[in-house]
């Protein structure tokens, strides 16, 4: 089973600022099979990213995803107020999918 | 639109089961497949299963074997996840999804709202 660890547990940044988040495999990810979820207090995770970089449809293009292996990257290039929740990592290149741990997005 | 609706909250006892209901409109019920995924109170994502609406292959995680069973129902494009003999820590909020991409490698581009499932006695 591929591991999944984001860092950091959570970040603490104010509008307006750039925000990376880190997640990385206990192995290499096959194809780049890696996709990002944003979720809310009481809703529903959100698919932001997939293929490791790939913007899902109506994602804003300040959310943007890179990295390939074992490193991958979230960046929001400039944090708006609905921006701050928790976000997960998820890879799909074994039949077995695993989630990171999340990292939480809080404003300063 | 597409979207997922999921069957209402339950409670159960331990050692029961339950079983949880997804009926997807707006898409082509069996050209994707559908996944499950739970989320235990203040806690992270995890992933418990995959079945492909288009012929009803399942692929299970590991430490739900045996006591998880998805299934669908092409008639009325729902699937049904059912998990037995519960126990408290099998409490969480229970997500179906939509299932892109090819066959057990995907990932999950629409989701229902969640159903809560509570153990106690």
């Known amino acids: 089973e591929i591991v999944l660890t984001q860092s950091p547990g959570t970040l603490s940044l104010s509008p307006g600022e750039r925000a990376t988040l880190s997640c990385r495999a206990s192995?290499?990810?096959?194809?780049?099979?890696l996709a990002w979820y944003q979720q809310k207090p009481g809703q529903a995770p959100r698919l932001l990213i997939y293929?490791?970089?790939s913007r899902a449809t109506g994602i804003p293009d300040r959310f943007s995803g890179s990295g390939s292996g074992t490193d991958f990257t979230l960046t929001i290039s400039r944090l708006e107020p609905e921006d701050f929740a928790v976000y997960y990592c998820?890879?799909?290149?074994?039949?077995?999918?695993?989630f990171g741990q999340g990292t939480r997005l809080e404003i300063k | 639109q597409v979207q997922l609706v999921q069957s209402g909250a339950e409670v159960k006892k331990p050692g029961a089961s339950v079983k949880v209901s997804c009926k997807a409109s707006?898409?082509?019920?069996?050209?994707?497949?559908i996944s499950w995924v739970r989320q235990a109170p203040g806690q992270g994502l995890e992933w418990m299963g995959w079945?492909?609406?288009?012929?009803?292959?399942?692929n299970y995680a590991q430490k739900l074997q045996g006591r998880v069973t998805m299934t669908t129902d092409t008639s009325t494009s729902t699937a049904y996840m059912e998990l037995r003999s519960l126990r408290s820590d099998d409490t969480a909020v229970y997500y179906c999804a939509r299932a892109t991409g090819y066959y057990y490698y995907y990932y999950m581009d629409v989701w229902g709202k969640g159903t809560t499932v509570t153990v106690s006695s």
């Open positions: 998820q890879q799909y290149g074994s039949s077995r999918i695993t």
């Open positions: 707006g898409y082509t019920f069996t050209s994707y497949g």
């Open positions: 192995q290499s990810v096959s194809s780049s099979y």
């Open positions: 293929g490791a970089s």
């Open positions: 079945i492909s609406a288009y012929n009803g292959n399942t």
